[in-house]
C-alpha cells in the first residue's frame, strides 16, 4: 500500500551536518503525521522530531536547536537536517509515517528501513 524508503545517513565528525530524507509512495490521500525515530545500540527506540499535517513540530529536548524537521507535501517527504552533530547522537534513524489511504478513514502507519548514523572522531 505504502512504501518508505530513507536516505541520507554516514559518518560523520563532531560538529558536521547530516540531512537524511524519507519519501513515501503509494496509495495516499493525506498524511496526518511524520517523524523520525532513532534507536541507539542498548536503548529503546525515541521519538527524535515529528511534523503534523498542519505543521506542527515536535522535538525531544536533546536536539532542540540543532536539528530541523521539515516536509514536502507534494512529494510526501520528510527531512531531518541535522546540525551538530554530537557522539550521543549515533544511532538508526528511522522515519515514520501516518497517512489515510481511503476516503473512508482507514489509515496506514508504517516505518522505513533505517539509516545509520554515526558521529565520531
Known amino acids: 500500500q505504502v512504501q518508505l524508503v530513507e536516505s541520507g545517513g554516514g559518518y560523520v565528525q563532531p560538529g558536521e551536518s547530516l540531512r537524511l530524507s524519507c519519501a513515501a509512495s503509494?496509495?495516499?490521500?493525506?498524511?496526518?503525521?511524520k517523524g523520525w525515530y532513532r534507536q541507539a545500540p542498548g536503548k529503546r527506540r525515541e521519538l527524535v522530531a515529528d511534523i503534523s499535517g498542519d505543521g506542527n513540530t515536535n522535538y525531544i529536548d536533546s536536539v532542540k536547536g540543532r536539528f530541523a524537521i521539515s516536509g514536502d507535501s507534494a512529494k510526501n517527504t520528510v527531512y531531518l537536517q541535522m546540525n551538530n552533530l554530537k557522539p550521543e547522537d549515533t544511532a538508526v534513524y528511522s522515519c515514520?509515517?501516518?497517512?489515510?489511504?481511503?476516503?473512508?478513514?482507514?489509515?496506514?502507519?508504517?516505518w522505513g528501513q533505517g539509516t545509520q548514523v554515526t558521529v565520531s572522531s
Open positions: 515514520n509515517f501516518h497517512v489515510l489511504i481511503d476516503s473512508d478513514g482507514t489509515t496506514w502507519h508504517g
Open positions: 503509494g496509495r495516499i490521500v493525506s498524511v496526518i503525521d
